[in-house]
Nanobody, 121 residues
Framework: VQLQASGGGLVQAGDSLRLSCAAS????????MGWFRQAPGKERELVAG???????YYPDSVKGRFTISRDNAKNTVYLQTNSLKPEDTAVYYC????????????????WGKGTLVTVSS
């Protein structure tokens, strides 16, 4: 599976962005997907996960502000980010993994190049 994230940019605090992750290859619908982010000097962290069946997971830091969804017909997973804060500034990555529990634990098998989100105050 090859993944390509897009949709990042420079926004102001309180704005929204929708990130997309397009996947190539077969069997996309069978993978759990995750969105991760890594800010400068910080460890990578999971911000949203979605199972092959559509079950979702969010850490408390983004719950209520971020929404992950997937369109299996388009081989694409999305991350809607609302009410963005300066601390959301990071490179955002998508990942595919076999098993929802694996992505919730912060791991991925296949990774795409990231897309930079910068939130100004």
């Amino acid at each position: 599976v090859q993944l390509q994230a897009s949709g990042g940019g420079l926004v102001q605090a309180g704005d929204s962005l929708r990130l997309s992750c397009a996947a190539s290859g077969r069997m996309f619908s069978s993978y759990a997907m995750g969105w991760f982010r890594q800010a400068p000097g910080k460890e990578r962290e999971l911000v949203a996960g979605i199972s092959s069946a559509g079950r979702t997971y969010y850490p408390d830091s983004v719950k209520g502000r971020f929404t992950i969804s997937r369109d299996n017909a388009k081989n694409t997973v999305y991350l809607q980010t609302n009410s963005l804060k300066p601390e959301d500034t990071a490179v955002y990555y998508c990942a595919a993994v076999v098993g929802f529990g694996t992505v919730v634990s912060g791991r991925g098998d296949y990774w795409g190049k990231g897309t930079l989100v910068t939130v100004s105050s």
